[in-house]
């Protein structure tokens, strides 16, 4: 039986090109192709006239773009955020957003449908877990931010001016935060292939530089993170500084408790040079005491880091509330003693609840 057809975002510009050969074409052709797509932002195979047409029939035949559709959008009323839930092909639907301070463009995108988590504070970890996503639904969502900043040009003529001039007609995705719905390190080999993809330089070309990785703290996964190169920046979702507080918060403490997280974190940094940005969600009466921020202090003494801290996002299945202001300003006066950086994050886009409640900014 045939093969269903190749999602072409799942592609690594190599494989696009290996295919061209085993197709018995020039890899030039696909080389075209592929920047049509990601510096074009054309997949209108019509408009792809500098394709020769046996080629284009043939990669017509066996290659697909899965984009994902717009099930609901919403622009927060400052202006700054959109969120879209886009759809799957399962009718399954998930979380991107477009963010837009100082600036900067960021997409954060999701990793999976649901979470096997289980945070007790988040959107995402109340669902459950339905499935990983695949790594060409990962980069179909940088695709679908890249497009709402293009002004999403498909017709043939657009195309045609975009491809004379790929950069010079809109604002570029330069940030990248993998903070949406799901655990990246939990779909490990699919979210590494996307962020190749999206970090190929004659595609889109994120720099590593600008994209985060936050995890919930899957051990073997930062092991394996520190033993590969892979430049860009790690978040540690942290939330409690002793094992029995962070565990009545983050069941999967459980499985990797506190002390193994942290020998992990330092092999990290170790290994790469590299610091890592510990995320803490800020949660009223519960691990915003100036006590815990001592024990923060002492856990993280040391270390090169600095702690994020995000003020929570009420959630329907958590009753905790949001820290305030001058609270977490002590917070951060008691981190700066151990000199330790920290930022707070800005809660805009919360009348959408933006990034499945957990809107948070990588910010370098
Ligand atoms: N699974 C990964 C990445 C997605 S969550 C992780 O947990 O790190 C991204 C960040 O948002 C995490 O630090 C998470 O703890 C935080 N977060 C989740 N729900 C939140 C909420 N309701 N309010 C504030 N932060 C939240
Ligand atoms: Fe999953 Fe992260 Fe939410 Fe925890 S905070 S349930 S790891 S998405």
């Known amino acids: 039986m045939e093969p269903a057809l190749h999602n072409f975002y799942d592609l690594t510009r190599d494989e696009l090109l290996a295919l061209a050969s085993r197709w018995g074409f020039p890899p030039v052709h696909a080389a075209r192709l592929w920047s049509y797509v ?83 504070f988040c959107a995402t970890g109340q669902m459950g877990f339905m499935r990983h996503l695949t790594a060409g639904e990962i980069v179909a969502q940088a695709m679908h931010v890249d497009a709402v900043l293009r002004g999403t040009q498909h017709t043939a003529a657009l195309a045609q001016a975009a491809a004379a001039s790929p950069h010079a007609r809109h604002e570029r995705l330069r940030n990248l935060v993998l903070m949406g719905m799901g655990e990246p390190l939990h779909n490990y080999d699919a979210v590494m292939r996307a962020i190749d993809i999206l970090r190929d330089p004659n595609g889109l070309a994120l720099a590593a530089k600008r994209i985060t990785l936050s995890t919930v703290g899957v051990v073997p996964g930062i092991m394996r993170l520190a033993d590969e190169a892979r430049p860009f920046h790690l978040a540690v979702s942290l939330h409690g500084a002793t094992q029995a507080e962070r565990a009545t918060l983050v069941p999967v403490a459980k499985k990797w408790p506190l002390d193994e ?23 009223e ?80």
């Open 38 to 120: 990601y510096l074009a932002g054309v997949e209108d195979w019509a408009a792809m006239d500098e394709l020769p047409a046996r080629y284009r029939a043939k990669a017509e035949g066996e290659l697909q773009f899965r984009r994902l559709g717009t099930a609901h959008e919403t622009h927060s009323s400052d202006g700054f955020t959109r969120k879209y839930l886009l759809a799957l092909p399962d009718a399954a639907r998930i979380e991107t957003v477009l963010m837009r301070y100082t600036g900067r463009v960021t997409a954060c995108i999701s990793s999976q449908v649901g979470c096997a988590m289980g945070c007790v």
């Open 285 to 364: 009466g519960k691990n915003d005491t100036v006590e815990t921020a001592h024990a923060v202090g002492q856990l993280l003494r040391g270390q090169l880091a600095q702690v994020n801290l995000i003020p929570l996002n009420p959630t329907p299945g958590y009753a905790g509330e949001p820290t305030g202001r001058e609270a977490a300003k002590q917070f951060q006066a008691v981190l700066a003693d151990y000199g330790l950086p920290s930022t707070v994050r800005q809660r805009r886009g919360i009348d959408i609840a933006a990034g499945c409640g957990q809107l948070a900014v990588a910010r370098r």
């Open 261 to 283: 997280l942290m020998d992990a974190c330092r092999y990290y940094i170790g290994k790469q040079q590299r610091r890592i940005f510990y995320e803490w969600t800020l949660i």
